[in-house]
C-alpha cells in the first residue's frame, strides 16, 4: 500500500497510457500544473517514441511494465481504449500507483466493482475523468443549486450530439464492441451527461427507459488504426455494425425529478454540443458547453439572468475553479488542468477530506446507469439502475 506523500507538486511523477487525441491532452494540463510527465505508454514502443518526440517529452516507455517499474512514476494516466482500462488500471493499483482513468471506467460494472474495491484496499487515489465537471461554470452550479438556487429540482433535459460518425466512411475503435463496449454513444458521451447533471443536481439516476438505433448498419473500415475525430483515405472492408449511433433516455431522479436526454454521434453541424436545462420550483438553470462561460438563469418573475465566467461573481466554487479573469474565455483543456489540481492535491496529501474529484464509485455508478440503459432497450421496458448496497 502506498503512503500518502506531502511532496509539492512538482515532485509527484505521471505517466500518462495512451497516446492519441486525449492523452495528449492529458499531458498538456499535467504540464501547465507543473507535474513532470516522465513518460508514455503507447500501443506500441515505436508509435510511443514518436508521440514523445513529437510532445517534447522524455523518451517513452518500452512496455507498460517497464512504466510501472519506474520508481519516479507515483501517478499512472490510462487514455487508452475501453477494454484496456479494467486491466491497466488494476495492474497500475497493483503496483502502488494512483490512477487516473478515463470513460467509461471499464466494459462492465463487474471490472468496475472490482475497481472499486482495489482502490478502495489499496488506499491509493482513484478517479475517473468526468473532466465536464470542472467547468467554472459548473461548478458554480454544483454549489448554487445545493444552496437551493433553484427551489426543488424538477426537470432535467437536454442532449449530447456530435457528427464525427454521421458517414458510412467515419471509423474508430469506439464501433467496435470488444473494443468499446456494447454500448457505443450513450456510454462515450451519454455517461458525460449523465454525470455531470447527477452531479450538479446532486441527483443519483435510479431508473430509465432507453431507446437506442443504429442508423449506420455496415460501415467501411480501413486498413490501419484511425485515432479519433482523424479521417483517413486508402482501402475499405465492409464491417456490420451493432453499437448505437443514437439514444433517446427517459431518466428518473432519486428525488422523484424527471430528466430527458437524447445522444447522437451523427448529427450534422454539432461536432460536440452537450447542453443542458435544469427547472427548479423557484428558478431555471442552462448550460452549453460551446459557450461554456455563461449560465443562463430564468425566473418567472423578474428578468432572466445571463451569468459570465466572472470570478467575482461566482461562488467558491466556481472562484476556485477558475483559471483566468473574466471575458478572458477557459475551455475544454482548462477542464483536464482543474481536475488534475484537485487530484494532485488529493495525492501530495494536503486536500479536503471529502474529496471533490470524480473517484473511481462515480465510473462504477456511471456504468451501472449506462447497463440500466442498454437494459431498457433490450427489453422495451423501463429499467431501474440496480445498485447493490
Ligand atoms: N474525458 C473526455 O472528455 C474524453 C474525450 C475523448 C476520449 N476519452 C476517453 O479516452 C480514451 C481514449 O480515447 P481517444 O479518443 O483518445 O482515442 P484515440 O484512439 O485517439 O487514442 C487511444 C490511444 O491509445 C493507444 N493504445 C492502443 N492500445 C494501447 C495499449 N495497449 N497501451 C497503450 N496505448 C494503447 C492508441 O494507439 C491511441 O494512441 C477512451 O476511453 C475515451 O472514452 C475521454
Known amino acids: 500500500m502506498a503512503s500518502r506523500t506531502t511532496r509539492p507538486i512538482t515532485e509527484i511523477g505521471a505517466a500518462v497510457v495512451g497516446t492519441g487525441f486525449i492523452g495528449e491532452v492529458h499531458v498538456e494540463a499535467l504540464r501547465r500544473l507543473g507535474v513532470p510527465v516522465r513518460g508514455v505508454v503507447g500501443s ?99 454549489q448554487f443549486v445545493r444552496e437551493g438556487g433553484l427551489g426543488e429540482v424538477r426537470l432535467v433535459s437536454g442532449h449530447y450530439l456530435q457528427d464525427w460518425l454521421l458517414l458510412d466512411t467515419d471509423w474508430n475503435w469506439r464501433l467496435e464492441p470488444e473494443l468499446g463496449g456494447n454500448l457505443r454513444a450513450v456510454a462515450d458521451i451519454g455517461s458525460h451527461w449523465m454525470d455531470l447533471t447527477s452531479h450538479v443536481t446532486g441527483q443519483r439516476i435510479v431508473s430509465v427507459m432507453a431507446d437506442l438505433k443504429t442508423f449506420i448498419p455496415i460501415r467501411w473500415q480501413p486498413a490501419g488504426p484511425v485515432e479519433t475525430f482523424a479521417r483517413t483515405a486508402g482501402p475499405t472492408t465492409a464491417r456490420t455494425i451493432t453499437t448505437e449511433d443514437c439514444a433517446t433516455v427517459l431518466l428518473r431522479y432519486e428525488n422523484g425529478a424527471l430528466g430527458s436526454m437524447t445522444i447522437s454521434q451523427i448529427s450534422a453541424g454539432r461536432r460536440n454540443t452537450l447542453e443542458f436545462e435544469i427547472d427548479g420550483s423557484s428558478s431555471a438553470a442552462a448550460w452549453n458547453s460551446e459557450q461554456p462561460d455563461e449560465l443562463w438563469i430564468g425566473h418567472r418573475g423578474r428578468p432572466n439572468e445571463l451569468l459570465p465566467r466572472d470570478p467575482s461573481l461566482l461562488n467558491e466554487e466556481g472562484r476556485a475553479t477558475a483559471g483566468l479573469p473574466a471575458g478572458h474565455n477557459e475551455g475544454f483543456a482548462d477542464t483536464f488542468k482543474a481536475l488534475y489540481r484537485s487530484v494532485y492535491r488529493a495525492v501530495a496529501g494536503d486536500g479536503p477530506s471529502e474529496p471533490d474529484y470524480p473517484r473511481f464509485a462515480d465510473g462504477h455508478d456511471s456504468m451501472l446507469v449506462c447497463e440500466a440503459v442498454a437494459r431498457s432497450a433490450r427489453r422495451g421496458t423501463w429499467a431501474p439502475v440496480v445498485r447493490v448496497a
Not at 93 to 109: F, Q
Open 44 to 142: 506500441s514502443h515505436a508509435r510511443a517514441v514518436e508521440r514523445a518526440a513529437s510532445l517534447a517529452l522524455p523518451p517513452a516507455y518500452e512496455s507498460f511494465e517497464a512504466m510501472l517499474n519506474d520508481p519516479r512514476v507515483d501517478v499512472v494516466h490510462i487514455t487508452s481504449p475501453n477494454h484496456l482500462h479494467y486491466p491497466q488500471a488494476k495492474a497500475a493499483l497493483a503496483a502502488g500507483k494512483h490512477v487516473i482513468c478515463e470513460k467509461p471506467l471499464t466494459m462492465t460494472s463487474t471490472e468496475s466493482g472490482e475497481l472499486v474495491r482495489l482502490a478502495q484496499a489499496s488506499g491509493l487515489v482513484n478517479a475517473v475523468n468526468f473532466n465536464l465537471r470542472f467547468y467554472p461554470i459548473c461548478r458554480h452550479l454544483h
